[in-house]
């Protein structure tokens, strides 16, 4: 055993301990839990107080990299690599900041803590137990997560509804803090107000029942985020505040908007910030910094002219419902660039599998740019080849993100270099030539069947090489870009696709990945490819530069 170090360190308490904020669902999902929390952040975050934003997902998956994007949505991967919830990519979004691993828990890598310190004997042999251990491993990773921020407030969202057998153990861990430290923790209940058609009237009685299920697990609703088709009324803010136990001016109205951009404006409005700076002793001020934030909401409404843009994915449907989530962050980082440009975003989602055969291609026409976004697997991808094809020979400007990227590499080995028996390793790892190929430490760990967290994930920096499109757009000569894949451009074909055309513009500072590929401006208005994904790093107010350059080129499609 280590000899104990005798040595003292001197403790600097230099800041009080921050304030906490959680949030939880009422009996309906679906409803913008993740929008709320993100807007509840930016409120505060305009109060000039410093906030990090953190996600519960009550799933036992150790993280969200394993689950299919159909049934998840987006899977956001962080700086650090982690892969996490897209509501971690929205509270990025609206707070313009990077957010640490420690920020994100599922109930699976919290039990996996628990028993790994176990496992070291941490627990002093100690019978370890669900309740407390569970609820305090949960606790002390929302206080590491403060610690690190160095937050005045930090506010954590329980994925799920209550009164789901899953949140229990999480429910536990508000109960235990607020009975800790009574003032310095607040919840919020998101509930959905319904309106039913047949009687036009909206009802309080699932928001009462929400936070009777709530109050079971002994905690309770300070404010409730009064979700609805349309805005609550006072008469009905007052009914929940009767049955609730919460005071009228704590219901805050959060009806349907066009825009999720608009509801930070919204709780403004019926005072979100002031409520909860009174109820956690915070300092509030009148005139909150949201001018940057107005600004852009007011680009995005007074937009000139339309930028029609096509995604071309695979993961689109779920039953009768067309899913948009999956490409969330794509979406959104359109949207951004386009809002610069005063232009307002028509997106389309096409599924790459109707253009596996027969004659739609020419449909694409319609489309001032398309986007090829990440994916995996075989299905779709010679839908996704032939869009590519048609976009690179057409002159439509194109944006292959990660597996775009990869077939657009593929579709120029193909058709502009003519080879026979081609493919990427991921499609067909019997060809002949394989233009994308495995990474090394990849195949290692695929054989062993090391899947979770175990892809090149997170920011790795990268250089631009001089008078490229890449080198316009970032005018820099170095970039830091999130990753998520295993396979890579095979550098063995690097100067055959080069000489014929295809110019590789960044590359990993170990000169050994190709990052990012492009066509020449004089042979395509715009033909970009990257293998990592900047829609990670696009924020309402900060676009990303390639989307940009992007939407720039198709707007001025002919
Ligand atoms: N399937 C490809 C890979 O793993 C691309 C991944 C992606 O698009 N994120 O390399």
Not at 499 to 504: K, P, T, V
């Amino acid at each position: 055993m280590a000899k104990q170090s005798t040595k003292t360190t001197k403790l600097t308490v230099t800041k009080k301990s921050p304030k906490y904020i959680f949030i939880v669902g009422g009996v309906m999902s679906g409803v913008g839990k993740g929008i709320a929390s993100s807007s509840i952040a930016t409120v505060l975050q305009a109060q000039n107080l410093k906030v990090t934003a953190m996600k519960i997902d009550p799933y036992i998956n150790v993280d969200a990299g394993t689950m299919n994007p159909t049934e998840h949505g987006e899977c956001f991967v962080l700086a650090s690599g982690l892969e996490t919830d897209q509501d971690m990519g929205n509270y990025e979004r609206f707070l313009g900041q990077d957010l640490p691993s420690i920020n994100y828990m599922t109930t699976g890598s919290v039990y996996l803590s628990v028993v790994q310190k176990e496992r070291n004997l941490e627990y002093k042999g100690k019978c370890v137990e669900v309740v407390p251990d569970i609820p305090l491993e949960v606790i002390r990773r929302i206080k590491a997560a403060g610690t690190e921020a160095k937050a005045d407030i930090v506010q954590v969202e329980v994925g799920g509804t209550v009164g789901e057998y899953q949140n229990v153990l999480f429910l536990e861990a508000i109960r235990m803090m607020k009975s800790e430290t009574p003032t310095d923790v607040a919840v919020v209940m998101v509930s959905y107000l319904p309106v039913p058609g047949s009687i036009g009237e909206m009802k309080t009685k699932p928001t009462q029942t929400a936070v009777r299920m709530l109050n079971s697990a002994g905690v309770f609703a300070d404010v409730i985020i009064a979700r609805g088709p349309v805005a609550i009324d006072q008469k009905r803010k007052e009914k929940i505040a009767t049955f609730c136990n919460v005071k009228p001016e704590n219901v805050i109205s959060a009806p349907d908007v066009s825009s999720i951009y608009d509801i930070p404006l919204n709780f403004e409005r019926d005072n979100l910030s002031r409520q909860l700076c009174s109820l956690l002793g915070l300092p509030y001020k009148a005139k909150a910094d949201m001018k940057a934030w107005q600004q852009f909401v007011n680009r995005s409404k007074n937009t000139k002219g339309v930028v029609k843009i096509a995604v071309v994915g695979k993961y689109f449907s779920t039953g009768d419902f067309v899913l948009s989530d999956v490409y969330l962050s794509v979406l959104e980082a359109i949207k951004y660039s386009a809002y610069k440009l005063g232009l307002k975003p028509e997106i389309t989602y096409r599924s790459s599998l109707d253009f596996e055969e027969g004659n739609k291609l020419a449909e694409l026409k319609k489309y001032d740019g398309i986007i090829v976004p990440g994916g995996f697997g075989r299905t779709g991808v010679e839908g996704k080849l032939r869009v590519i094809e048609y976009a690179r020979t057409h002159q439509i400007p194109y944006f292959g993100i990660c597996y775009g990227m990869q077939l657009a590499v593929l579709e120029y080995a193909r058709n502009v270099l003519k080879m026979k028996s081609v493919s990427t390793e991921e499609i067909d790892p019997k060809a002949d030539h394989l233009v994308i190929g495995i990474m090394d430490d990849q195949r290692e760990k695929i054989a062993a069947q090391d899947m979770g967290g175990s892809m090149r994930l997170g920011a790795f920096e990268a250089n631009i090489k001089p008078k490229t499109q890449a080198a316009d757009a970032y005018k820099a000569t170095t970039i830091t870009e999130r990753h998520r894949h295993r396979y890579e451009v095979n550098t063995q074909y690097v100067d055959d696709l080069e000489a014929a055309g295809l110019i590789f513009s960044v590359v990993s500072s170990d000169g050994r990945l190709m990052e990012m590929v492009e066509l020449p401006k004089e042979s395509h208005p715009f033909f970009i490819g990257t293998q990592f994904h900047p829609e990670l790093q696009a924020r309402p107010l900060c676009p990303h530069p390639l989307f940009t350059a992007f939407i720039k080129a198709a707007a001025s499609k002919k």
